[in-house]
């Protein structure tokens, strides 16, 4: 069983930067593809960005494209989103999820975390 535990939220300005992180427990972690999901007040739950457990196929959405990057780090279990340049669209609950398939669609995922309350705002 994956447990999925994401930190790094919290309020920042526009155009600033935040490092969401996602660490992971129980499972084999290495071979899951990670996705960052995120959803917005009134919104629906939508995806953000994806990285397969060999760092050869990542997806960013339109929306996180150029300004949003994911990494891992397999030695350590964890996961990163690296959010640069900052919209107040951007503010939302963002979420980490594993899959053994992955892609865009939330439900090919199994295992979620509790998310991450990030807020853009001047």
């Known amino acids: 069983q994956v447990q999925l535990v994401e930190s790094g939220g919290g309020w920042v300005q526009p155009g600033g930067s935040l490092k969401l992180t996602c660490a992971a427990s129980?499972?084999?972690?290495?071979?899951?593809?990670i996705g960052w999901f995120r959803q917005g007040p009134g919104k629906e739950r939508e995806f953000v960005a994806t990285i397969d457990w060999q760092d050869r196929t990542i997806f960013y959405s339109d929306a996180a494209k150029g300004r949003f990057f994911i990494s891992r780090d397999n030695g350590k279990n964890t996961v990163y989103l690296q959010m640069n340049s900052l919209k107040p669209e951007d503010t939302a609950v963002y979420y980490c999820a594993a899959s053994s398939g992955g892609g865009r669609r939330d439900t090919a995922y199994n295992y979620w975390g509790q998310g991450t309350q990030v807020t853009v705002s001047s």
């Open positions: 129980g499972g084999t972690f290495s071979t899951l593809t």
